[in-house]
């Protein structure tokens, strides 16, 4: 339900708590029957339109009648995005967030990656893992990317089960190990 939605009830909840009230005070006859009569007399003038209290009876009918219809309206269930498997027992989803959790503890396991960050995408022609990375500067970039790709790929496989068609590495800069965040400092 969106804000606009709860605020026309919470309005028009208020309303009818009012009308109740008012109706229980009327047939309990708390509230003198006279009274009632005279309101209703200087509401109702004959022969003539009361413009004001029509056009609020005409909105809260409106409203009654979005309400009334909106409780027929099934929404669906939020589902969460990820990787969907049919088994034998039945339907599993695997979270992206849990992919791209199983592809970062891979893929920092290799040796010179300083800085990475990993999008998952689960697409029709397969699923699709990219990393973008900083590296060492000392460790040869063709030997990081390549054993990435394999780590990434292999643990994803392994532990997911879900098969992983594309690994993509980018390579987005060379941090010095002195202004690495990971970096532990030397006390001399």
């Given at each position: 339900m969106n804000l606009?939605?709860r605020f026309?009830?919470?309005l ?5 708590i ?10 309990a006859?708390f ?12 509401i109702f003038?004959p022969?003539q ?7 609020v009876?005409?909105?809260?009918f409106l ?5 009334f219809?909106s409780?027929f309206?099934?929404t669906?269930?939020r ?10 027992l039945g339907e599993v989803n695997?979270t992206i ?9 891979a893929?920092?396991?290799v040796?010179?990656?300083l800085d990475l960050k990993?999008?998952?995408k689960?697409l029709?022609?397969?699923?699709l ?8 500067g000392e460790t040869s970039?063709?030997?990081i ?5 394999f780590n990434v ?6 532990i997911?089960?879900v098969t ?7 390579v987005?800069?060379v941090i010095?190990?002195e202004?690495?965040?990971a970096r532990?400092?030397r006390?001399?």
């Open positions: 606009f939605d026309i009830l919470t028009y909840s208020f309303a009818l009012v009308i109740s009230i008012v109706a229980i005070g009327v047939f006859q509230i003198p029957y006279s009274y009632v009569q005279n309101t209703a007399q200087s003038i022969g339109v009361n413009w004001p209290y029509l056009i009876a005409l909105i809260f409203i009654s009648l979005r309400f219809f409780s309206t099934r669906k269930p589902k969460e995005k990820g990787i969907r498997q049919r088994t034998d695997i967030n849990t992919i791209q959790t199983i592809a970062e503890r893929a920092r396991k040796k010179g990656v990993t999008t998952v689960a029709e022609s397969g699923n893992i990219s990393l973008r990375v900083g590296v060492d970039i063709p030997e990317t390549q054993q990435l790709q790929k292999e643990q994803v496989e392994a997911a089960g992983i068609t594309e690994v993509a590495v980018v987005n800069e010095s190990r202004n690495s965040p532990s400092r006390v001399e």
